[in-house]
């Protein structure tokens, strides 16, 4: 081979032996006549073997160009094949889908839905890994991530999911006894659970319905390193703590947690997807359609 052979004149080949002349060729292929003469002969220098015969009248292979035909209508059968493959994998979701959340979301939330969504997706696999680290979704194939809070920079692809807003939450029975506080200063004096890896967990700032901001430095009496210790703190009565929507809805509905300075709000969350690369593959698309569709339901 005297050099790199363009990939592109195998197609030009095939087709003209498939229509019989350099005329009839061309046509179809969008090209000149005289370009697919220039196609061929360039590909013969670059095989550095004559492919065709050619005169006036009529052309015919030669030994090489049988064989080399043969195989040029092979190459470009499973190229197409591949093609096709491809596309149908664009909007099929298949394999298994690898995703990672926290202790709080991952167990309650996205594993519930997660079963509805294999039920809808029979030939999907799922594999869920919960921790509360930051996984390396690229050094550890995950092909997505979802995140509750605030996010960091990243060179990671984002998707909002949804927004949570965070409540002032206690249990009744503590209420009762050490009585209901009515404003963000008289949280103060009551026993706080703090949630251990916010970056203040001790430190809040309200906004009420004047626009006015209060920020109130509270008392602690216990932390823990995830929200589900909390809950399971203050729904025991052992104090007051700040805990989202999202994970206590139900607590909240059914009265195991009364909901404190209505008033009042805190700054808003958000529930994200967090996945590599520039575009989504179908498993992930689609899963994510799906959760945003499922969490604006909720």
Known sequence: MKGDVNLNRLAVFAALVRAGSFTAAAEPLGLTKAMVSHHLARLERELGVSLMVRTTRRMALTEAGAAFHADCVRILSETNAAIARVAQNREKPTGTLRLTSSTDYGPGVLAPLLADFMRRHPQLQVDLVIGDEIRDLIAERFDLAIRVGWLRDSSLRTVRLAAFHQLVVAA??????????????????HDWIAVAPLPSPLRWTFTGTDGNRRTVRMRQVAQANNVAAVR??????????????????DDVRQGRLVSLLPTYRLREGGIHAVYPGPQAPPKVRLFIEYLRTRLAQA
């Open 172 to 189: 009744p029975h503590y209420l009762t006894a050490r009585g209901t506080p009515r404003t963000p200063l008289e949280l103060a004096n």
């Open 232 to 249: 399971g703190l203050v729904i025991n009565g052992a104090g007051i703590s700040i805990l989202p929507d999202c994970l206590i809805g």
